[in-house]
């Protein structure tokens, strides 16, 4: 420790961390929040102040900050193995029991699990699997991949090239090849006149002319979050991925499902494909997979890319990828929990409880003449402020409306995320009504404060 460093918590926090998405004159400003423990879905800071966490930390500690039976679980397997690889032909017990779990509990008859540490390296996974397969199947200019405008797949420097947001540009990317469709939210980017049906109908016929414009022989893959999330909470427009599964299907293009989000019951469902009625080729998974108790990412096949994944290795006798802590033990036996808890012990059945409440509790806080809108699935919802509702005029930008109005929020003791213009809400799945409530007249007093200083 320096003495020329004030002994604070924030002041340590800021000397010698370097922080990641974070807007730093805030920070300088307000101070880090440096955090202690957590208790059911509250945070609690050194100050011992405490806060809801209406995002669930970063979406993913779904049974919120101090379940005992995931804390056990992790504890039980430190105790028995507690770490191994999955490299050589070795891999723990735990992990073939999950990669069993996984297959089984998705939309696949059969398949094959590769794990990572996060989503963004099952992201970057996935795309060199495509790769490895357009080399060992005499096609390796199949090497594009098509994502969306606001698609938000990670930070490695492929999964940031499927990022579909502007900041990437900072790093000189996306890296060539990384085509950005355009983003089906149709409230914002529906034209005048057009029907939510033919507002789908361009989305595909983009897709389509992209496919042909590019050939259809250069591209690799297309990667969808079912409800996009980091983007700001974008559901599908009406029929989405009705519309452009066939036209994938009929050039032999996979869609891969990133339900980093999504998955394990966040959109109603096991999975946001399910919620949207598709069946991809593939599915990434990771936050919720673990609770957020373990890092993890996986990528769970469907029979026609295990099949060919597993040829196309056996063809050089290896897959040659892999990362050290691949199929962690540890992170195994938690997942195996934390899917028990969702599936079997009733945490996805909650939060289906819970949505009419979240709904209906971000339908009121839109009535609010400057939010624009309410957007959602299941437990996780936007409201996108507005300067005016009916021309949908955004605030400008130098007024920071949503971060003032997330800065506000924390000040009495609730967390939640600015994105763009909108507020962003995804609690964790434990929540009861009254901390639901809580949530709400937090963020509506908050709100109102913002609004009376900026409109
Ligand atoms: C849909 C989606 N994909 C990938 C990622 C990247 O995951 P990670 O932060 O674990 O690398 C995220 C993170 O929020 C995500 O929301």
Request: glycine residues 10%; contains cysteine.
């Amino acid at each position: 420790m320096r003495d020329d460093v004030p002994n604070s918590w924030e002041a340590r926090a800021e000397e010698y961390s370097l922080y990641g998405f974070t807007d730093l004159p805030s920070v300088h400003k307000r101070g880090t929040v440096v955090l202690t423990h957590g208790e059911g879905p509250y945070i609690v800071d050194t100050h011992g102040k405490r806060y809801l966490d209406a995002n669930s930390g970063l979406w993913n500690m779904v049974a919120g900050f101090d379940h005992p039976g995931l804390i056990a679980a992790g504890q039980e397997q430190f105790a028995r193995f507690p770490g191994y690889h999955a490299f050589f032909g070795r891999m723990s017990d735990q992990t073939v029991m999950l990669s069993e779990r996984l297959v089984d509990v998705s939309p696949f008859p059969r398949g094959k699990v590769f794990y990572t540490n996060s989503g963004s390296e099952a992201n970057d996974t996935m795309v060199k699997m495509l790769w490895f397969l357009a080399q060992s199947e005499g096609k390796p200019e199949r090497r594009k991949i098509l994502t969306r405008v606001n698609a938000y797949h990670g930070v490695t420097a492929v999964s940031a090239s499927m990022t579909g947001k502007p900041y990437n540009s900072v790093f000189g990317l996306p890296l060539p090849g990384f085509i950005h469709l355009s983003c089906p939210h149709y409230w914002r980017f529906g034209e005048q006149g057009e029907t939510e049906e033919q507002f789908t109908q361009r989305m595909a016929k983009e897709l389509e002319d992209t496919i042909l414009a590019e050939g259809p022989d250069t591209i690799a893959g297309f990667f969808a979050e079912p409800v996009q999330g980091a983007g700001g909470v974008i559901p599908p427009s009406k029929g989405y991925f009705q519309a452009v599964q066939p036209i994938l299907k009929k050039y032999g293009i996979p869609l891969i499902s990133d339900e980093v989000i999504c998955g394990f019951g966040r959109t109603g469902n096991t999975w946001g494909c399910e919620t949207y009625d598709f069946v991809p080729d593939a599915i990434i998974s990771s936050k919720a997979l673990t609770a957020g108790y373990f890092p993890m990412g996986a990528i769970i096949l469907g029979p026609d890319l295990a099949d060919r994944m597993q040829a196309a290795s056996e063809a050089i006798e290896e897959f040659p990828h892999g990362f050290t802590a691949s199929g962690h033990p540890v992170g195994c036996a938690v997942a195996l929990k934390a899917i028990d808890i969702i599936m079997n012990e009733g945490l996805a059945d909650r939060a289906r409880e819970l949505t009419p409440r979240f709904e209906a509790g971000l339908a009121r806080l839109a009535e609010n003449p400057n939010i624009g809108e309410w957007r959602g699935k299941g437990l996780m919802g936007a409201l996108e402020a507005v300067k005016d509702k009916a021309t949908k005029t955004p605030f400008d930008g130098k007024l920071s409306v949503s971060e003032r109005i997330a800065n506000t929020c924390t000040d009495h003791g609730l967390i939640c995320r600015p994105l763009g213009q909108s507020i962003v809400l995804c609690p964790p799945f434990i929540m009861t009504e009254t901390q639901m409530d809580e949530m709400f007249e937090k963020l509506e007093a908050a709100l109102k404060q913002v609004f009376a200083e900026v409109a």
